[in-house]
């Protein structure tokens, strides 16, 4: 297993960190450990940001819009 220090925490940090700890009922260092297995650990390849957005907000439900008829072809865009 590999060892890490860490160097130049803030003391605040140290007690937050020490208080998240407590409330997992882990140790510091098991904290740290669960921490960093979860921001290293890889996402669901399915995933990305538009389906979790409907996922999130899926629930609310949607509007239904009425769409126009298109009556002419759409035109050419030109760039001078």
Do not use: C
């Amino acid at each position: 297993m590999a060892v890490i220090t860490v160097r130049n925490l803030d003391d605040h940090i140290k007690q937050r960190l020490r208080v998240r700890a407590a409330r997992h009922g882990r140790s510091m260092e098991a904290e740290v450990r669960a921490i960093i297995v979860d921001a290293v650990s890889e996402e669901d390849p399915g995933e990305n940001f538009l389906m979790a957005l409907h996922r999130r907000f899926a629930e609310v439900g949607g509007v239904d819009l009425e769409l126009p008829e298109r009556n002419s072809t759409p035109r050419v865009v030109e760039f001078d």
